[in-house]
């Protein structure tokens, strides 16, 4: 009974700790973006990252200890293996012309990098019912599987619901009961959906992971 309440624990003390890094980061990019100094950006551990920079452009990366772990010139490809939050200091040494003597882009990258990563599974997807052309889809279940990844293998708590894109939709879709606890490896979720889409458009579903990077999926073959 003891251990069991601990897991539980730790699900509600890692899903706050996410939900607060996620926060923070999202009103620190508000703020800093407004100096034009620092660019915000999250992203899961062991994920390829890269950002376009001009060649003749300087960088480093650093730890949070400030400890150097990579330069470079130009473009920044790298991953981050170990979650935390990284800093990467850019020098712009581009030639602007006379009109332009400033540079274009951040001087420092703040990457928050989060102890875990979803993946879904677009192959699973089973609808209750069929889908139909200009009829509402209201209580229709949509059950997909998600490899869920955990740096140090424990589960957390998954809130995400399903916005879709397409001319005349108003698809969406919110979880069946509400939360979702996630355990490493395959998990299956299940969303209720409402809306409906016009006959003929081209619908989108779009499904999000943990730092609200979308996943999209194509509606449009399964619709009647």
Not at 16 to 41: K, R
Not at 72 to 84: A, E, H, L, V, Y
Not at 141 to 159: G, Q
Request: hydrophobic content about 35%; charged content about 15%; proline content about 4%.
């Amino acid at each position: 009974m003891t251990r069991n309440n601990s897991k539980s624990c730790t699900i509600k003390l890692r899903y706050f700790f996410v939900a607060c890094v996620l926060s923070l980061c999202s009103s620190s990019l508000l703020a800093q973006n407004a100096e034009g100094s620092v660019e915000n950006i999250v992203i899961p551990f062991d994920e390829p990252f890269s950002y376009a920079l001009f060649e003749e452009t300087s960088w480093n990366v650093q730890n949070s200890d400030g400890m150097t772990l990579l330069s470079g010139m130009g473009n920044i490809i790298k991953s981050f293996s170990q979650p935390g939050v990284y800093s990467i200091q850019i020098n712009d040494e581009h030639i602007h012309n006379n009109s332009c003597d400033h540079s274009h882009g951040p001087e420092k990258l703040r990457i928050t990098v989060i102890p875990e990563k979803l993946k879904f599974d677009f192959n699973s997807i089973y609808f209750s019912e069929e889908i139909q052309c200009g009829k509402s889809i209201s209580g229709i279940v949509l059950s997909i599987n998600v490899n869920y990844i955990s740096y140090d293998n424990i589960p957390t708590v998954y809130n995400q619901g399903i916005t879709s894109f397409g001319v005349g939709s108003t698809i969406s879709g919110k979880l069946k009961n509400g939360t979702v606890t996630l355990h490493p490896g395959i998990n299956t979720i299940e969303f209720v959906l409402d809306g409906q889409s016009s006959r003929g458009d081209i619908v989108q579903l779009n499904f999000k992971d943990f730092t609200g990077e979308v996943q999209p999926y194509s509606l449009t073959p399964k619709m009647q």
